[in-house]
C-alpha cells in the first residue's frame, strides 16, 4: 500500500498539470486524424499536447506548451517544427509531411510549429 505522502504529492502533481491545461497521457499513444501531437518523453509518452486546424493557425509561429521529444503530423497541412519557439530558421527545423508523419524520438527538442497552407 502507498504512503500517505507518496498518494499526497501525486495528487498535488496531477493537480498542478491540470491547471496547466496540458493533458497527461502515459499511455494514451494516439493521435487522432487532423491533429498534431507532441510528447514531452520520446516514444509518445510524458505530457501530450494536441493540436488542429482551429488551435494552430496556418501560417502562424505556434510556441507550444511543452518542449517536444516525439511528434506524429495526422493534419491535412504539412507542418514545420522549430528548436526554438519563435520558429527562428537560425536553430534547427524540418518540415514534415501530412496525412501521417510519425517521428518517435525527434532529431532535436521542439518548441515551435507552424502548419502550412493547403
Not at 501530450?48 to 521529444?69: F, H, M, S, W, Y
Not at 506524429?72 to 528548436?83: K, M, P
Not at 526554438?84 to 514534415?96: D, G, L, P, V
Request: aromatic fraction near 10%; charge should be negative.
Amino acid at each position: 500500500m502507498p504512503s500517505k505522502s507518496l498518494i499526497t504529492a501525486l495528487v498535488i502533481t496531477a493537480g498542478a498539470v491540470a491547471c496547466s491545461g496540458i493533458a497527461v497521457a502515459q499511455s494514451d499513444k494516439s493521435c487522432d486524424k487532423g491533429e498534431f501531437c507532441v510528447w514531452s518523453g520520446p516514444d509518445y509518452t510524458g505530457a501530450v499536447q494536441r493540436l488542429d486546424l482551429e488551435t494552430a493557425n496556418p501560417g502562424e509561429c505556434i510556441t507550444l506548451k511543452i518542449v517536444g521529444k516525439s511528434f506524429v503530423n495526422r493534419l491535412s497541412r504539412d507542418a514545420t517544427v522549430y528548436q526554438r519557439e519563435n520558429c527562428s530558421t537560425e536553430a534547427e527545423f524540418t518540415t514534415y509531411p501530412r496525412h501521417g508523419t510519425y517521428v518517435p524520438d525527434a532529431y532535436f527538442v521542439v518548441r515551435g510549429l507552424e502548419v502550412w497552407g493547403p
